[in-house]
């Protein structure tokens, strides 16, 4: 008996706890590749935590068979309804990963953390005959899940071992600037998940971003650009790199990956072969201030200066942190129960703290003229949001629309940052997306708003933003071909090279892509001179 309550303990800690562990044993490891190196102490408080809730739950169960028989019986069947509760819970969370339409689901999982543990408990406290067999059945279940153990144990200490590649790109000394006329500039500002369609065609009505105009009507802007993917981490190393990029993956050590699909092979992702490879050879310096995708690890042999925001896990959103001692992060990581009952606004509080840190960081990049190739890639205005658009102030609340004007009020401090910069008259600012507003994505969720319904019409409309402003240019010029986003990369190489320099030139370069049109461009004129 006590070889079987030991079984049923250990299978129910790994049972409420999978949500927080899950995404780490994933073959692909992209859980370990979007994190700062090393994890050892969170990996140490999920292990305290299956070591407490497994000698809590055996506890539990040993200590219950001293009851009365009806007492024993109507715990017991509350203690298999939460376990029950916890799994439906875990399969709700991964059909909203997987988007699935079940936004209704999401009122009964709330009212389900106690419905169900209630109602196996009257069950068995009335007609016992009835829930007997369901509560046998589930701990059998939970014995059998034990056994897992034996493998996700071992898994999570292996990567509390990971260490972070000794070599990383980080902030330089770098020489004086020395520009003269021939020293060009590019600055790289990439606003994750901006809409082209929302930001100028079909913007909402309640909001206004001028900055955004101000830019469009002295640029090159691309109306209908074809997006390289869905998803942020394919899409940048992608144009990058000058190839799209479907698959990734990462080695236990953070390592990055991708599926090459004309050698049907996996491959190591090559920095050297990356724009930023290019600019080194060409001996421009280069800087990065990222998020997410972890650039100063993949791209470190050819970055002078890097910084970038992690992505942050379940257990993190909610306090854990590599910086806390194991013990402490066993103690912030909430049980799914606590998640409930007492909603955290930690994660949009750390939202804020980040894009604080992107901002300020992005500033001082752009505000150094001996970075010559500057990439800021911005969390925003990509859910969730963290504005309140009325006020122009940074606080835990808001939605997409308000997030599009933090995006605008942002544009205007770093293209300040730029106008003052001693190269502002040779710099080439380039304001792109990785990806449009992903409507279907973010519609099933619990805080998709009213107004994001009518301002989406619940349309994905899938284009992303392109526009590129040269030094001296005065007038807007509207490419309204249907063009690939992948062209980006040989636009910036061209710019690099010294081949692209002013409009007349990208006129030139989009010239001679091969396209589906028979090599035409329709160029319409917005206004006169550059």
Known sequence: MKIRNTLEGVGAALLLLIPYYCKFLLPTHLEIYHLRLPVTNLMGGLLLDLLAYSILAIGFLI????????????????????????????????????????????????????????????????????????????????????????WIVPQLLRLALVSEPAVQAASVHLPAPGFGNADRRIVWILFDELSYDQTFDHRASEIQLPNFDRLRDKSVSFSRLKPAGYYTDRIIPSLFLGRRIDQIRSTIDGELQY?????????????????????????????????????????????????????????EQHGASEEKPALANAVAMPTLLGDILRPSTLPREAQIEVDQRMIARAQALIGDARIRFVFVHLAIPHPRAVYDRRSHILRPSGDYLDNLVLADDTLSVLMKEIDASPAAARTIVLVTSDHSWRVP??????????????????????????????????????????????????????????????????????????????????????GSGH
Request: charged share 20%; glycine share 6%.
């Open 63 to 150: 200590a219950v068979q001293y009851l009365p028989p009806r007492a024993r019986r109507v715990l017991e069947a509350v203690f298999v309804g939460f376990i029950l509760w916890s799994s439906v819970d875990f399969a709700w969370m991964m059909l909203i990963h997987l988007r699935f339409p079940i936004l209704m689901w999401q009122l009964i999982w709330e009212h389900g953390v106690l419905a169900i543990p209630l109602l196996l408990g009257l069950l068995a406290y009335f007609f016992p005959r009835g829930s007997q067999p369901v509560v046998r059945t589930v701990r059998l279940a939970m014995a059998g899940f034990a056994f897992s153990a034996l």
């Open 259 to 315: 599926r090459d699909e004309t050698q049907g092979r996996w491959v190591s992702y090559d920095p050297q072969a990356t724009l930023f490879g290019l600019a080194q050879q060409n001996e421009w310096k280069t800087g990065i201030d990222g998020w997410y995708s972890p650039y100063c690890r993949i791209l470190a042999p050819v970055v002078d200066t890097c910084s970038w925001e992690p992505d942050r896990t379940l257990i």
């Open 441 to 526: 994505l973010w519609r099933p969720l619990e805080d998709w708003t009213d107004e994001e319904e009518r301002a989406s019409s619940g349309k994905f409309d899938d284009r992303p933003v392109l526009l590129v402003h040269f030094p001296g240019q005065k007038s807007n010029r509207e490419i309204s071909t249907e063009l690939p986003e992948m062209l980006e990369h040989d636009m910036i190489a061209g710019m690099l090279l010294g081949q692209i320099e002013n409009p007349e030139d990208l006129d030139a370069f989009l010239m001679r892509q091969d396209n589906t049109q028979s090599g035409k461009q329709t160029v319409s004129m917005l």
